[in-house]
């Protein structure tokens, strides 16, 4: 079963704030960004994100679950869809434990 965009439209609106969040479609399902890292998947309507140290820092007892058949296990956020500021801080600390992404290198002329 697809994401449908009204989900992902909700989802980002509810982690919008002062750093930047967006979404983009992904093998049929989407990827979360916060400050243009991929901090999470949302696959079958479900919000999924990373396991870092941070997050776990911030919630006790976190449900874990695959996004996808072979993945590894992820976050299952979709309790904090009720909680804006919970959801926003675990976005914001899983952003923060990431590296930054690396620089594009430009198309060669052909």
């Known amino acids: 079963?697809?994401?449908q965009r009204g989900t992902v439209d909700f989802i980002v609106e509810q982690i919008q704030g002062r750093r930047p969040v967006s979404a983009r479609a992904m093998f049929g399902e989407f990827a979360?960004?916060?400050?243009?890292?991929?901090?999470?998947?949302i696959c079958d309507d479900t919000l999924f994100l990373k396991d870092t140290p941070g997050a776990r820092a911030i919630l006790a007892a976190p449900e874990l679950?695959?996004?996808?058949?072979?993945?590894?296990?992820h976050l299952v956020a979709s309790a904090l869809l009720d909680d804006p500021d919970a959801l926003r801080a675990v976005v914001h600390a899983i952003s923060d434990d990431l590296p930054a992404p690396k620089p594009k290198k430009p198309r060669k002329p052909r």
């Open 1 to 3: 079963m697809a994401t």
């Open 32 to 41: 979360l960004y916060c400050d243009g890292k991929v901090v999470g998947l």
């Open 65 to 73: 679950g695959p996004p996808y058949p072979g993945a590894r296990p």
